[in-house]
């Protein structure tokens, strides 16, 4: 009598409704072979193809599949042909460097790695039982023309494995359910107003969050999506005037991108009076929403949430009655995280901490039973951010409570780069902490303590990550101190450590 709230939902829906549409157009420019402009009957095909191709392969129901791609077709049909059926997809952040994709491809226990042909002679040592380059050589192998075996639908298995920098050393695997990415997908569509005459850029990595759902809102509502491989501002323009897109998800730093590009645009910018852009990742300057709808003449919407929130946990779009408002006024009200998305409740708690519950909060994190325990102790999710409601009932994020840096709205876990940084034989102690940048909101800067008699630059420390770590988690400075802030119980006070460089904001984060 029920139907189970599956992601393979939005695939049937745009097969059997917009089947004869154009719904997916690859980006052209890639190493492997574009899968070109794919209606959704063909997305299905290929998503069934590419079930009975892990059949072929012996990957069970239940088992691990990762991917390393830029954004491209072959990962977007992968959430339906790997994820819709019955597997588990982990989508890799590919800036990782590969220490870090190996560690994340054995936490997760993947049987099958899935790589994006530019990636892959930089990933040759990442292990996996089984390893394929995405693209025409092995797209035989992993897209069988058969039926695939069936697999009865559960709302309630994982659909992926999404890894996150949060306040440990290493990332964490949010495991999110079928029923978490439905429910995310549809109130996100909602909420933005989602339909079937919408052409979206995929100007979001897809792997971050699943692409915040878009894939599986957009394919259910019959929108069409163009998959853009590179991001950048001037391409994103280019884009938005040759194939009149009408929305598209970024972070504050790729609209500030956008923005830069728009100054030299020869003529007025693409895409005014049709453009929605959703912004989110970090809190967006207000200076640079005002923009946006006075240069770009584009609709500005924020959205606050995290990788365990799947993502969407509060919604800020224009009201009618702000129409009257003057610009300035009306980006600082668009400037607010937003007001909770239907399904969500928010609470701010005595420290200060946003607090929230709701059908999208994870299941736990993979093979982190105490972690997983922790998150999920008290019917509350624990968002680890700062934040009160204001009088209309908005939240407004104004601060951290984890140790977490957020540079162009990725998240960089600062005891990760402190671990690397006290690898180094010169480093006696060390804090990482994130300070505001005009291009990339926050910024890694190291506060380091050498040990005695020893000596090292700020470029051979700053070298020294660039082996270990993704480049954006290293840091841009380092400064040498004779030491540093503590309790007395000899805990780091990065609040102390921090408020030089925010002294006069606002918030403390950006
Ligand atoms: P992630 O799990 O990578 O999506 O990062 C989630 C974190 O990004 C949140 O905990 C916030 O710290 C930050 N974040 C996301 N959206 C916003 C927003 N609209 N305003 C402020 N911070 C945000």
Redesign the pocket.
Known sequence: MFVPLTILDFLHRAERVYGARVGVIDEPQQPAPSLGALTYARVGELARAQAAGLDALGIGFGERVAIVSQNAARLLVSFFGVAGHGRTLVPINFRLSPHEIDYIVGHAGASLLLVDPELDAALADVKCARRLVLGAETDALLYRDQAPLAWTPDEGATATI?Y???TTARPKG?QLTHRNLWLNATTFALHAGVNDRDVYLHTLPMF??NGWGMPFALAGLGAAQHVLRKIDGAEILRRVERHGITLMCAAPAVCNAVLAAAASWPGPPPGRGRVRVI??????PTRTIERIEAELGWEFM???????TS?LL?I?RRRAEWDPLDPRERAEKLGR??APALGVELRVDEHGEVLARSNVVLAGYWREPEASAAALADDWFH???GGYLDDEGYLV?SD?K?D?I?SG???ISSIEVEDVLCSHPAVAEVAVIGVPDDRWGETVKALVVLAPGQQASEAELIAHCRERLAHYKCPTSVELRDELARTATGKLQKFKLRAPYWQGRAKA?N
């Open positions: 999404n996150t920098s949060g949010v971050h969050c912004c989110a990742g970090a809190p967006p924020q959205i606050y949430g995290l990788t365990e993502p509060t800020n995280a937003g968002t680890g951010d994020i951290r984890k977490v957020i709205g990725e998240n984060v």
